[in-house]
């Protein structure tokens, strides 16, 4: 296992166009994390999975958010209708269920032009 | 006031500095993370505390609970030590709840 995998590692997007991101967690791993992260501040939680149900949505997740992880593997964040203000990095991690440890990927830095 | 105030927010040293970046958060706790971030986002995990002191090469960490408080201490720092520097705190769910991060800059 190699680790938590993103991907892309780098999008840039017109305005107004959709986005699509892959995280692809520790195999082990039951939860997954979705964090968004602009320049200069700490990451922010934006939703997270235990197997496949989502458990937990931050309010920063609007509409246009939408995460998925159909079958308990691998999960996909959506943006629809990209804004100026959804630049930012996309962290992903994942943890096993009753211990503390995280991993995280190495993120997919969202560019909206 | 963020639940996670780390200081100081940028900290320039001299290669062989002793360095003590600092973490306090004002909520319940079951686990606090340090965690590192290189140019080009990828966050790294360096300790993770309950209670306590951990040590790992050049790197310690120490937690005071009932103070609310944490410190990540770099002995005889490298310009590679150069990064961000992120504590993070768990609570009672799951998630993580983040500061805003240490720049570290090491001269040499």
């Known amino acids: 296992d190699t680790g938590v995998s993103q991907d892309p590692r780098h999008k840039i997007t017109k305005r107004g166009q959709n986005v699509t991101f892959r995280c692809d967690p520790i195999s082990e791993h039951n939860r997954l994390y979705w964090y968004r992260q602009t320049l200069g501040q700490g990451p922010e939680f934006l939703t997270y999975f235990q197997n496949e149900a989502q458990l937990e949505k931050s309010r920063l997740l609007s509409d246009r958010f939408s995460a998925e992880r159909p079958k308990g593997s691998f999960s996909t964040l959506e943006i629809q209708r990209t804004e100026q203000g959804d630049s930012a990095m996309y962290l992903c991690?994942?943890?096993?269920?009753?211990?503390?440890?995280?991993?995280f990927g190495s993120g997919t830095r969202l560019t909206v032009v | 006031k963020n639940e996670v105030e780390q200081s100081p927010q940028n900290l320039t040293a001299q290669e062989g500095e002793f360095i003590t970046i600092n973490c306090s958060y004002s909520?319940?706790?079951?686990?606090l993370h340090w965690l590192q971030q290189h140019p080009g986002g990828g966050i790294v995990s360096l300790f993770m505390?309950?209670?306590g002191k951990k040590k790992h090469g050049r790197l310690i960490a120490t937690i005071n609970i009932q103070e609310k408080h944490s410190s990540l201490h770099i002995t005889a720092s490298h310009p590679r030590d150069s990064a961000v520097y992120i504590c993070a705190v768990r609570g009672s769910g799951s998630r993580l709840t983040f500061g805003e991060g240490t720049q570290l800059t090491v001269n040499p």
């Open positions: 991690a994942s943890s096993l269920e009753g211990t503390d440890g995280y991993t």
């Open positions: 505390l309950s209670s």
């Open positions: 909520v319940g706790i079951s686990a």
